[in-house]
């Protein structure tokens, strides 16, 4: 069995129930000639995806109504060989949808969050100085949710095992969240300064001067402020504090491009880190980003040479 029969099987199928697919043929005698060349034996969500990003020639951004058509062909193919054998995967729902306009995210560079956290430091007023710093090095290096750091207890702070329990997240389920040394270090020393404060004996980890549990606008407040005085908000940007979710994710899946790992692989991984119970949140990123597209193009580019696809 090839994958051009597997796709004619599947349209031969499909039109004995009644579908036309005149416009699927055509898409999906592509993917099978891309799947052919790059020798795939199998369909990952992450090769979908990559194929239905693929830059149109001219081009420098894909059109969304092109790769959902795309993947509306690729996923109706996909469902039908999943079930002759489960190891092909089938993508969710989506991931290319029309609905959900999401924000383009702005990418920090390095030298950007630490310019924040800095300016962070110089914060007058209370116990900011020491506690924003922390905050925003928290989120930068975990991709948590502001709210979900926010929300931390001292009881879901476990610093002798470098890990933070995540129970109030967007998420149906709790998540732990493994934590680098150098984060532990950093939590354990605001640790020891909030405890040696006297009105910051309350169950809250993160707390405002009078021990109070911190509020997610006063915390925007305190980021809006350290990032412009970091020179990272200015009149034409306005990068926010739910960016630095999008850089962690980001950052790791080019980390896992660049290593060379298998990244199908590894995303489901990524999913239960963030905390997003629709996997297709996570995939999203592979088409977010214009590095990380280019990645995933790249590797289609000897099939695509081969046998070119439609403009």
């Not at 005698?29 to 001219?58: D, K, M, N, R, Y």
């Not at 911190?214 to 402020?225: F, G």
Request: with cysteine.
């Amino acid at each position: 069995m090839t994958w051009d029969t597997d796709v004619a099987d599947y349209l031969r199928l499909r039109r004995q129930l009644g579908a036309q697919l005149r416009g699927h043929e055509h898409l999906l005698h592509q993917f099978a000639a891309h799947l052919t060349a790059a020798g795939i034996e199998a369909i990952t969500v992450t090769e979908a995806i990559s194929w239905c990003s693929l830059l149109p020639a001219g081009s420098a951004v894909v059109p969304m109504t092109r790769a959902s058509r795309r993947m509306e062909a690729v996923r109706g193919f996909a469902t039908y060989v999943h079930a002759l054998d489960p190891v092909n995967e089938v993508p969710p729902r989506g991931i290319f949808g029309a609905v959900v306009h999401r924000p383009t995210p702005y990418i920090f560079s390095a030298a950007e969050i630490t310019a924040v956290i800095h300016a962070a430091t110089t914060l007058v007023g209370g116990s900011r100085a020491q506690t924003y710093p922390v905050l925003f090095s928290l989120l930068a290096v975990t991709g948590l949710r502001v709210g979900e750091a926010l929300a931390l207890d001292r009881a879901t702070v476990d610093l002798d095992a470098g890990v933070l329990l995540i129970s109030r997240g967007k998420g149906r389920y709790p998540r732990l969240v493994p934590l680098h040394p150098t984060a532990t270090a950093a939590l354990e020393r605001y640790a020891h300064w909030r405890g040696d404060q006297p009105h910051h004996r309350g169950p809250a980890f993160f707390t405002d001067t009078d021990g109070e549990r911190l509020k997610y606008m006063t915390v925007r407040d305190n980021w809006v402020q350290a990032s412009t005085v970091a020179g990272v908000r200015t009149a034409a940007q306005h990068p926010r504090m739910h960016d630095l979710r999008h850089v962690f994710a980001v950052n790791t899946l080019l980390g896992w491009y660049r290593d060379g790992v298998d990244v199908a692989a590894k995303m489901p991984a990524l999913t239960t880190y963030l905390g997003h119970s629709n996997p297709a949140n996570t995939y999203w990123y592979l088409s977010a980003v214009p590095e990380l597209l280019g990645y995933a193009a790249a590797r289609l580019d000897n099939a695509t040479t081969r046998f070119p696809v439609e403009s």
